[in-house]
């Protein structure tokens, strides 16, 4: 989990109040934020790329930028200080990333303003054309104009804010990612088109004076190199590039060093291209209204799709959902007024209208907050608003105390009893093959699951006994001393048409011998052993022949103890040859429980 680092002086500066240390860290522990502590950051800049680089006092200098890869005589150029409150960065919460974000909701909170925020986008006139060339791999692509001086502070806090967002939303780009241009260099319109891996060429973001094609920028350059993966196996990349074919940015990867955004600009162009519909907007709009908290003014981008439709956007309008008062009560286990229960909800930058009477609410919240999905979300940002430090201590009603299950009790014990013997525990894979499994034991007739969909073909279907494992830990251990005893703890899963799933499991018991001269009388001594102490009574213990096409004819048998049964004996010759083993092998496999999902 990514740290973010927020400056205290600006906090105080954008809630319009100086606020102590102290009432920061509080406030923002109540809204649900894991505080790390307060530090001091040092801020870095690189002698090529113009980039910020940030560093805890307590870290070493920088001496590398780890964006274009710049190395200097000696640590980069200091440029700043600041004291800072580190916090944990949540994703579920990608509102509060950045310190606008986080001064929009300590406003809540600390009672300076109430209520939901309504964002204005004025009508704009710039357009951005998809052409039909454009990859459908990544297809959806969002854009705003944004007009905000950008200074040193903001153009951190800028590619900051990308930088989490990335992470929170668009799952490290995959499902979307920003890019942020000089409005004054673009010429109108915009065009979302490819660019060929090999024959076009630009200058990436940091490395001016180099062209660079595609292909080469993922090879060589540092976002290339970490970002390249989702690219991978194409021979056309994402390209956004403007009317008089200046080179915008290669998306999600890097943006080209004649339109950066730096400090002085008035004006900048904004896109967001993903893979994801709901990530894109959610994206653009969570980060069109953390900027709009710095005195940002956004105005819209018509977008004209691949099949003529012209869409226009951002939408930074509110969403609603509906919330039964009482269900936030009996949630909540807590009683307040229908007037409180607004208050709590203006108090976290909500609005409530009460519609159809009965206690039914029409609850509204802004376009930031991707988080809320459901009536639930709701009640914790109640939960929050009243403050977890005045929820009543009370025992859970039904009051249950937690114990062993009784596969799991059976299941220590046979182990502890294993390893007396001298045997070493090992763990297989729940999914095999059919010729390991089953064509290698010579089971013709039993049934089985197998995936419809496998991942891999090595692994296509559920195991349905525990033999598989230990043959070929024998296998990979075949040139070790001998004897060499193992044994496995672990489910089945069976085909049974009287379930709703058409399958059960079992909690089974496999163990095996393999050395220069091992017999039935070796492997009938450990299960002996086993029952004894799985068996009160050891009169119950039944053994009766088995023909088993595992198992040597008459040197196998069956055994029922009690609850239990199993098999064991001497494997096979034709099983050792398939499993490519010279020395003889006796295996046992006993069902200690059929495993209960239910109780």
Known sequence: MPVGAFSIQKLNRLLGRVFSQAELVEALENLGCDVEGVEELVFHRCGRCQNILERFVSALPIERCRDCGFEGDGPLEEVGRDRVIRLDLLADRPDLLDVGGLTRALKGYLGLERGLISYRVFRGDWRLVVRRSAPSYRPFIRCAVVRLRVDLPLLREI??????????????RKLSSIGVYNLGVLTPPIYYTALHAKKGRFTPLGMPGESLSGEEILRRHPKGVGYGHLLEGRSRYPLLVDARGQVLSMPPVINS??????????EFFVDVTGTSQKAVEDTLAT???????WGAKVWSVEVERKDGEVEVGPNLRSRWLSVDYQRAKDWLGLEFSQEEFVRYLEKMRLSARPVGGRGKFRVFYPPYRSDIRHPVDIFEDVAIAVGYSKFPDALVPTMTVGEQREEERISDLARQVMLGLGFTEIMSLMQTTEQRHLDSFGYSSLDYVRLANPKSQERNVVRCHLKTGIMEVFVKNRLAAKPQKFFELGNVVLVDTSRETCTREERRLVFGITDREVGYAHIRAVMDALLRELVLDFEEVEYEPLEDGAFLPNRAARVRAGGYWGELGEVHPRVLES???THPVVLGELCLREIEFSD
């Open 159 to 172: 590619m900051r804010l990308q930088e989490h967002l990335h992470w929170a939303i668009g799952r490290d």
């Open 257 to 266: 060093e004649e339109t950066r955004l730096r400090e002085g600009v008035e």
């Open 287 to 293: 980060f069109l209204c953390s900027l709009v908290e």
């Open 579 to 581: 499993f490519g083993l």
